[in-house]
T-cell receptor, first 115, second 113 residues
Framework: DAGVTQSPTHLIKTRGQQVTLRCSPK?????VSWYQQALGQGPQFIFQ???????QRGNFPDRFSGHQFPNYSSELNVNALLLGDSALYLC??????????????FGPGTRLTVL | AQSVTQPDIHITVSEGASLELRCNYS??????LFWYVQSPGQGLQLLLK??????LVQGIKGFEAEFKRSQSSFNLRKPSVHWSDAAEYFC???????????FGKGTRLHILP
């Protein structure tokens, strides 16, 4: 049983560009959350998707958007990249929102570098 | 402001020694509490969680944590560390049932041979 998978592993972009990151949840999970982890910091919640809708959102600007597909996989899009967007982006999946703070299973992350 | 505090950025212990990593939170009610571990280049793995009940929680890899309401703490412990425990450890809190999860800044654990 594959866990949470993310692609690509690493990505280098320049300021002003747009980027799309992808995530496939663990089998049996239907809820996907995205996190930004800057160097030396804990993960910060970006948003959560369930039934193809954004259900919760953290304190991130509208440049950050997402999508969930019928097969529960998800994309994170970031427009107009800034140097400060350089970070490890983590995807996590969990079963059956909303049923309380379920254990989340994390993928290995995508390392985004903005030059 | 509501927060999760891990006061120690780095901790170094000798292999075989005991370990305690501190976590304090500033939420009024009893939140949902978690400890995650992150090895280099890896995602986060859940070590243990506390929702209610017995305040001493057992987790994977020989870790345990104790919830102390009076101190707003949820410290992680291990009686004897192994070199493979070297990693970054994150305390996390969900203040109320449907709130988003909030992570501390992490404690990096170094193990001396």
């Amino acid at each position: 049983d594959a866990g949470v998978t993310q692609s690509p592993t690493h990505l280098i972009k320049t300021r002003g560009q747009q980027v799309t990151l992808r995530c496939s949840p663990k089998s049996g999970h239907d809820t996907v959350s995205w996190y930004q982890q800057a160097l030396g910091q804990g993960p910060q919640f970006i948003f959560q998707y369930y039934e193809e809708e954004e259900r919760q959102r953290g304190n991130f600007p509208d440049r950050f958007s997402g999508h969930q597909f019928p097969n529960y996989s998800s994309e994170l899009n970031v427009n107009a990249l800034l140097l400060g967007d350089s970070a490890l982006y983590l995807c996590a999946s969990s079963p059956k929102w909303p049923s309380g703070p379920n254990e989340q299973f994390f993928g290995p992350g995508t390392r985004l570098t903005v030059l | 402001a509501q927060s999760v505090t891990q006061p120690d950025i780095h901790i170094t212990v000798s292999e075989g020694a005991s370990l305690e990593l501190r976590c304090n939170y500033s939420y009024g009610a009893t939140p949902y509490l978690f400890w995650y571990v992150q090895s280099p280049g890896q995602g986060l793995q859940l070590l243990l969680k506390y929702f209610s009940g017995d305040t001493l929680v057992q987790g994977i890899k020989g870790f345990e944590a104790e919830f102390k309401r009076s101190q707003s703490s949820f410290n992680l412990r291990k009686p004897s560390v192994h070199w493979s425990d070297a990693a970054e450890y994150f305390c996390a809190v969900v203040p109320n049932r449907d709130d988003k999860i909030i992570f501390g800044k992490g404690t990096r654990l170094h193990i001396l041979p």
